[in-house]
Each structure stands twice: as C-alpha cells, then as structure tokens.
C-alpha cells in the first residue's frame, strides 16, 4: 500500500506564496518522477511541474520562473513554492508520483489540496 499526503494549500491575495508538499509512505522501494498538476474550475487536469529522481526540471510555460518544484529524497516528498501567485492559478492541486513497490512500478495520485487566489 502506497499514500501520498498533500498539504500546504489554502487562500492567498494575489502577488502573495504558498508552499505544497506531497509525501509518499507505505511500502516503496522507490520514488522516480515526482509531480505536480492542477485542475481549474470547469477545467482539465494539467501539468505544473516535474522533476525527475535526478533533480532535472520541467515547468508548464504559465508558472516557469513563478513557481519552484524540488524534492528530498530521503523523505520521499516533493514541494511546489508557489510565488508571485495570480487567480488564474485558483485549482484543486494534485501531485502525482512513480513508485516502485513489491508489485511493481505504478504511478499513484495525491487526494488533492485547494489553492484560491483572490484578485
């Protein structure tokens, strides 16, 4: 069994920063790409940020330069500072992680946490 635990979400005023974080228990052997995507209201699920067991990045052209993901590895957990935050970030957000477990390799998804920011 494998849980990912999000927190960190919550109401922001525009211009202001958040911080999430996604950790992952149970029964890993290991973690590889971790991630997180966000589903607007009346919107698509979409990617936010990645990053590989490595450390290499990628953003969504939207927050690049705005918002930060990294990981620590002995934690299992994966952050996402959000800065210089605009409504149109307002989403449930989600992390999404690879792990690898006695079963295999599986990829398992965050309940989810509420990111509202108001103009």
């Known amino acids: 069994q494998v849980q990912l635990v999000e927190s960190g979400g919550g109401l922001v005023q525009a211009g202001g920063s958040l911080r999430l974080s996604c950790a992952a228990s149970?029964?890993?052997?290991?973690?590889?790409?971790m991630g997180w995507y966000r589903q607007p209201p009346g919107k698509q699920r979409e990617l936010v940020a990645a990053?590989?067991?490595?450390?290499?990045?990628n953003y969504a052209g939207s927050v690049k330069d705005r918002f930060t993901i990294s990981r620590d590895n002995a934690k299992n957990t994966v952050y996402l500072q959000m800065n210089s935050l605009k409504p149109e970030d307002t989403a449930v957000y989600y992390c999404?992680?690879?792990?690898?477990?006695?079963?295999?390799?599986?990829?398992?998804w965050g309940q989810g946490t509420q990111v509202t920011v108001s103009s």
């Open positions: 149970g029964s890993i052997f290991s973690v590889n790409a």
């Open positions: 990053i590989t067991s490595g450390g290499s990045t």
């Open positions: 999404n992680t690879a792990i690898q477990t006695g079963w295999g390799m599986s990829r398992y």
